[in-house]
């Protein structure tokens, strides 16, 4: 018997690391790629962000515009990684100088807002990528400001910012009231920089109150909740909609990222901008 437990926890293991492994896999067309490979498709498009635009743990809204039938010719390079702070992305803008988009997409704020909600929760980004200095609002509106100069005046590109989505679908939790803020501020930061501004969180907001859900569930600090439906999407056919639904969630998955359902939302914004004034 022992022997037998020990060989189940074996490939339970093993089974583990290959779904980390699939759910952290780099996008294979992301920046660096992009410049190694030198394509010569054009219009360029550029998704910057971090887990929800990465797809490899929610609905991949990038890969299915790049299925798009009228962007066949496109060059669609995906610059999402999970955990990612505004910080991060600060790192990735020289090589956005260097491929020189047509078109930008922003969606961060998520992981910086929960970062503000407690020391733990802090303490997990301040591990993972070595930070040095506290995250706040004036941090992300700091650095967002930074972000969106950088590009405007190193490059020609047309650059689309997103309000960071909900935070859990409660809208009496401090967690959901904190992604509200959130969005506001990025909404000020836009429109005072003359970016061009789409309300991811208000949009959301707005369907999760005419959804008239009997029961709105809030965001939860810990790991646990998230990591079990990555490994319930890669062994099995759930889809990232029936595992939104069977963890009470409309529009999320797991309190943080997006399913098919609010995926498609923000897929639909973006592609009012590529496609604007395409026949």
């Not at 995250?135 to 972000?147: G, Q």
């Not at 208000?202 to 998230?226: A, C, F, H």
Request: some cysteine; aromatic content about 10%.
């Amino acid at each position: 018997m022992k022997h037998l437990a020990k060989l189940w926890l074996l490939l339970f293991l093993l089974f583990e690391s290959c779904v980390i492994f699939q759910a952290t896999k780099v996008p294979a067309n992301n920046l660096k790629a992009a410049l190694e490979t030198k394509s010569n498709k054009s219009p360029k498009i550029v998704f910057l962000g971090d887990s929800i635009t990465h797809g490899r743990v929610s609905y991949d809204y990038v890969a299915s515009i790049a299925k798009h039938p009228s962007l066949a010719d496109y060059q669609i390079i995906n610059e999402g990684i999970n955990s990612r702070l505004t910080v991060q992305i600060l790192e990735q803008l020289e090589n956005v100088k260097q491929i020189n988009p047509d078109i930008v997409f922003l969606l961060i704020g998520t992981n910086d807002l929960k970062a503000t909600l407690s020391e733990e929760e802090y303490n997990r980004y301040a591990n993972l990528w070595k930070l040095k200095d506290p995250v706040t609002e004036e941090s992300f509106v700091r650095n967002l400001t930074k972000i969106i100069q950088t590009i405007q005046k190193d490059t020609k590109t047309k650059l689309v910012v997103f309000s960071p989505p909900v935070l859990g679908e409660d809208p009496n939790s401090i967690p959901f009231q904190r992604s509200k803020r959130f969005a506001e501020l990025t909404k000020q930061v836009v429109t005072k920089e003359k970016a061009i501004y789409k309300p991811l969180h208000e949009t959301l907001s707005r369907g999760l109150d005419e959804s008239k859900l009997n029961v709105r569930k809030p965001y939860i600090q810990g790991t646990w909740g998230m990591y079990w439906t990555i490994l319930k999407y890669y062994s099995s056919t759930s889809s990232w909609n029936d595992l939104g639904d069977s963890n009470g969630y409309y529009y999320l998955t797991d309190a943080i990222h997006l399913n098919e359902r609010g995926g498609k939302i923000l897929e639909d914004m973006a592609l009012e901008e590529i496609l604007v004034g395409k026949k």
